[in-house]
């Protein structure tokens, strides 16, 4: 009787599943397709630095900035599921910078330019904050559940964070800043705050002058030499490989930005 039961269980449920009108799978597939249809390899030229992009991978290969000044085909590794996480990013900025502005002399300025001359860069920050009297620097991080319990836990920031929010207090002549992190899954939110102390001031004006000096191996028209294999992290996700490929073995090796010291980002809560 049991196994009679069993096999009717089976039957209806294969009858049950020849009579589904549509293919899930593919009807997922449609969906995620719109995230990258438009993510197509096309020609950009870099005109300056930016820090977002410096704090991560590609961003510390002084090669990799060559051939974003001349120009190139840039290609967008992105699948979907990246692409929605960075389009929920963007949409939960412009949330919670509105929610700031809904307080009463909270909110001085979002998304507003930082720029620099020597050596180039540009880029925005998201928010200045009216605290205790001064105009507060701040970013804004969204991350999932499991990665907000670890900078909760830990009271450190993400060091790809630091270096973002190191470079925009440099130009903007900040010694206080903060790291606003809100957890996706439920919007909690935790704030890191960030104070210049000798290694970072010694950090970041150390990457100033690599900054120059990836800039200066440009104008004199001297690339520099590959620093990673080809099937590295770094170079499987850059978004000109395929240009560095093909560009020649280099003419001068200059060496990668140096990270920041993960021992030396002290826990800040």
């Not at 509105?98 to 909270?106: H, P, R, T």
């Not at 330019?113 to 860069?121: C, E, L």
């Not at 009216?130 to 670890?150: A, C, H, R, S, V």
Request: aromatic share 10%; with cysteine; charged share 25%.
């Amino acid at each position: 009787m049991m196994a009679k039961n069993l096999l009717n269980q089976v039957m209806l449920k294969a009858s049950q599943e020849k009579k589904s009108f549509l293919n899930n799978k593919e009807l997922i597939e449609k969906i995620n397709s719109g995230y990258t249809v438009k993510r197509v390899p096309r020609h950009t030229q870099k005109k300056t630095f930016a820090p977002s992009t410096v704090a991560y991978g590609h961003g510390e290969c002084p090669r990799y900035w060559y051939i974003a000044f001349d120009g190139a085909e840039f290609a967008d590794s992105a699948d979907a599921y990246g692409a929605a996480n960075m389009t929920a990013g963007t949409k939960s900025h412009d949330r919670i910078q509105e929610a700031m502005g809904n307080v009463e002399d909270f909110l001085v300025d979002s998304e507003f330019k930082i720029t620099h001359n020597d050596p180039p860069i540009f880029g925005f920050g998201d928010v200045l904050l009216n605290w205790d009297g001064k105009e507060l620097l701040g970013e804004i991080k969204t991350m999932p559940q499991e990665g907000f319990e670890y900078r909760k836990a830990a009271g450190k920031p993400k060091l790809g964070h630091l270096v973002q929010l190191l470079i925009y207090m440099k130009i903007l002549n900040k010694t206080e800043a903060v790291l606003i992190y809100e957890n996706k899954n439920n919007h909690e939110l935790l704030i890191l705050p960030v104070e210049l102390n000798d290694y970072y001031k010694k950090w970041v004006d150390g990457t100033f002058d690599w900054l120059r000096s990836v800039r200066k191996a440009w104008t004199d028209r001297t690339l520099p030499e590959k620093n990673y294999r080809s099937n590295s992290r770094i170079c499987k996700t850059c978004p000109v490989k395929a240009t560095c490929d093909v560009a020649g073995k280099g003419d001068i090796k200059l060496l990668s930005l140096e990270p920041i010291d993960e021992k030396q980002a002290l826990p800040m809560v």
